[in-house]
T-cell receptor, first 113, second 114 residues
Framework: AQSVTQLGSHVSVSEGALVLLRCNYSSSVPPYLFWYVQYPNQGLQLLLKYTTGATLVKGINGFEAEFKKSETSFHLTKPSAHMSDAAEYFCAVSDLGYSTLTFGKGTMLLVSP | KAGVTQTPRYLIKTRGQQVTLSCSPISGHRSVSWYQQTPGQGLQFLFEYFSETQRNKGNFPGRFSGRQFSNSRSEMNVSTLELGDSALYLC?????????????FGPGTRLTVL
C-alpha cells in the first residue's frame, strides 16, 4: 500500500527566505508524485508533478521538487518565499499514474513579513 | 474552458438525514473522483467513476455511494448522516484512460452535520 509522510504540520518562514517542505513516500512500484496547494475555502491546485524522466521538476509560482528514489523523498522548495505563498501544501502519490491519489496530512506554510 | 464545478458549496444537515452532492467535470473529461477532507483524517479517497462505471473505491462504509451519468456529471450520496461526516468533499476530474491524466479539483462542498 502507498503512503505519504509530510514532516511538520506547520512551517514558518520569513518573506524572502528559503521554503523547504518535506515529503517521503512508500510505494511498491515506481510512483507518480505530486504537490498540490490549497488556499482557504478553495480546492486543490497542482503545483508540480513527477511522472518519468528528469528527477528535478519545476512547477508554477517558482516551486520545484526533486525525486530521490534512494531516499524515497520528494521535497518541495522555493528559493524566496512570498506572502502569497501562505497556504496548505499536500504531497500525493499515485501508483502508475492512475486516478487514485494518496495524500499526506498536509503542511501549512506561514510567511511572515 | 470552465473548471470543475460543485454544487452546493455549503450544506447543513442533521444527523440521520441523507445528502446528495453534485460534480460537473471539465468538458471532455470522463473520470470523476471524490475525496473527503477532514482536519483529523486529511484527504481520503472515496471513489472514482469512469464512463458511468465505478472503477475504484476507497475504504468508506456503504452509506457513501455515488454514480456517474452519461454526460460525465457525478453525484455522491451519503445516507444516515453522522456527525463525523462533516467535511469538505472534493471532486476531481480527468480525461481518464490507462495512463497518467492530470486531475483538476473543484472548490468543494462543505458539509456540516448537526
Amino acid at each position: 500500500a502507498q503512503s505519504v509522510t509530510q514532516l511538520g504540520s506547520h512551517v514558518s518562514v520569513s518573506e524572502g527566505a528559503l521554503v523547504l517542505l518535506r515529503c517521503n513516500y512508500s510505494s511498491s512500484v515506481p510512483p507518480y508524485l505530486f504537490w498540490y496547494v490549497q488556499y482557504p475555502n478553495q480546492g486543490l491546485q497542482l503545483l508540480l508533478k513527477y511522472t518519468t524522466g528528469a528527477t528535478l521538476v519545476k512547477g508554477i509560482n517558482g516551486f520545484e521538487a526533486e525525486f530521490k528514489k534512494s531516499e524515497t523523498s520528494f521535497h518541495l522548495t522555493k528559493p524566496s518565499a512570498h506572502m502569497s505563498d501562505a497556504a496548505e501544501y499536500f504531497c500525493a502519490v499515485s501508483d502508475l499514474g492512475y486516478s487514485t491519489l494518496t495524500f499526506g496530512k498536509g503542511t501549512m506554510l506561514l510567511v511572515s513579513p | 474552458k470552465a473548471g470543475v464545478t460543485q454544487t452546493p458549496r455549503y450544506l447543513i444537515k442533521t444527523r440521520g438525514q441523507q445528502v446528495t452532492l453534485s460534480c460537473s467535470p471539465i468538458s471532455g473529461h470522463r473520470s470523476v473522483s471524490w475525496y473527503q477532507q477532514t482536519p483529523g483524517q486529511g484527504l481520503q479517497f472515496l471513489f472514482e467513476y469512469f464512463s458511468e462505471t465505478q472503477r475504484n473505491k476507497g475504504n468508506f462504509p456503504g452509506r457513501f455511494s455515488g454514480r456517474q451519468f452519461s454526460n460525465s456529471r457525478s453525484e455522491m450520496n451519503v445516507s444516515t448522516l453522522e456527525l463525523g461526516d462533516s467535511a469538505l468533499y472534493l471532486c476531481a476530474s480527468s480525461r481518464g484512460g490507462e495512463k497518467y491524466n492530470e486531475q483538476f479539483f473543484g472548490p468543494g462542498t462543505r458539509l456540516t452535520v448537526l
